[in-house]
């Protein structure tokens, strides 16, 4: 690293970096919140229809219910904090307040906002709930169905794990429960309630699996092709922010940035030095933000004005990477190319 590059870096303190652990919280939180909004979802509609346990009072049930509604808002919140707390995919506060704001996967992050704040302002009638006119409060909260419509197609749209075996069977089951209850409720009879539920359960297995072919809103064959062909050569403009985090023998300074083109990238340059000039390791990841494909590899340079290095995608082919920068305060603007 040339001695300037190093002397920006140093002067800027150290701020503490997040690491892949935020990016796994988000996920994690995510599936958990999605979870628990279902188990709600499920047992007001069951709560509705006057279904009685054997073992469990009618006001047991609905304590559980509302403490299901209170945990998936809390996990909801850890959600979001996580992914406004990742440096790898960086969301700012508009992005992650104003639907469409972001550029990564706009249309399912969308969804997942406006779920979000729908069901804060549900939650805000619950509180209400007195003082409320009895009718109004049913109907407003007839929008959880709309909320839990929406968290499903986020999840599916906008998740990276979309496209998992484990991850299908759970949206599988959640969306034939929530169907299968809400036919239960609904039934006129009983012959009714069987076949209904049967065709429900079916149904959602049937709509989930479709969608499951179809994570971020491409066809099955070109989703699957994009996700291990790697994309073509570009070059593109970047802007992101510039990090270090200082050790009692060694500085770690990554330089984190988003290109914005017709196939938008996320890039994150990881260096090691012991003396302030000296490289002694590198790290390189170039993410594709339309297939969630990483590329991996190492800076071979790196200087002022610019890097160069290698990564290797899943399926093994390199690409060569470089690019230009210029550094002002902790943000960086840049240029970046692949080659084929």
């Given amino acids: 690293m040339q001695p300037q590059l190093a002397a920006e870096c140093r002067s800027r303190g150290s701020p503490e970096l997040s690491g892949s652990i935020d990016w796994y919280a988000a996920r994690a939180a995510g599936v958990v919140a999605y979870v628990l909004l279902t188990s709600g979802v499920v047992l007001g509609t069951a709560l509705s229809g006057r279904a009685r346990l054997r073992r469990w009072p009618a006001f047991a049930i609905t304590d559980v219910h509302r403490f299901v509604a209170v945990l998936s808002g809390v996990f909801i919140a850890v959600h979001v904090l996580a992914i406004s707390l990742d440096t790898y995919t960086p969301f700012s506060l508009v992005q992650i307040v104003v639907p469409g704001a972001s550029s990564y996967r706009p249309l399912w992050v969308a969804l997942g906002i406006v779920s979000a704040e729908l069901l804060a302002a549900i939650a805000v009638t619950n509180v209400l709930r007195t003082r409320l006119p009895y009718r109004l409060w049913r109907r407003v909260h ?134 302030g000039e000296t490289i002694t390791d590198t790290s390189l990841q170039v993410r594709d933000l339309t297939t969630g494909t990483v590329c991996s590899g190492t800076v071979s340079s790196a200087g002022a004005d610019g890097f160069s290095g290698t990564c290797t995608f899943p399926g093994g082919t390199s690409r060569s990477v470089s690019g230009t920068w210029q550094i002002s305060g902790r943000s960086v603007q840049g240029s970046l190319r692949l080659r084929a």
């Fill in 142 to 275: 007839y929008l959880t169905f709309a909320v839990w419509a929406g968290a499903t197609v986020h999840g599916l749209g906008a998740g990276t794990d979309a496209g998992a075996g484990w991850l299908r069977v759970l949206y599988s089951v959640s969306i034939a429960a929530v169907v299968a209850t809400v036919a239960w409720r609904v039934a006129p009879r009983a012959g009714s309630t069987v076949r209904g539920v049967t065709a429900a359960a079916l149904f959602g297995l049937v709509v989930v699996l479709g969608l499951g072919l179809l994570p971020h809103g491409l066809g099955a064959t070109r989703t699957a092709k994009a996700a291990t062909s790697p994309p073509s050569a570009f070059a593109d403009s970047f802007s992101g922010s510039v990090q270090q985090r200082q050790g009692s023998e060694a500085a770690l300074v990554s330089v984190v940035g988003r290109g914005s083109g017709s196939r938008p990238v996320l890039v994150r340059i990881d260096l090691v030095t012991d003396d």
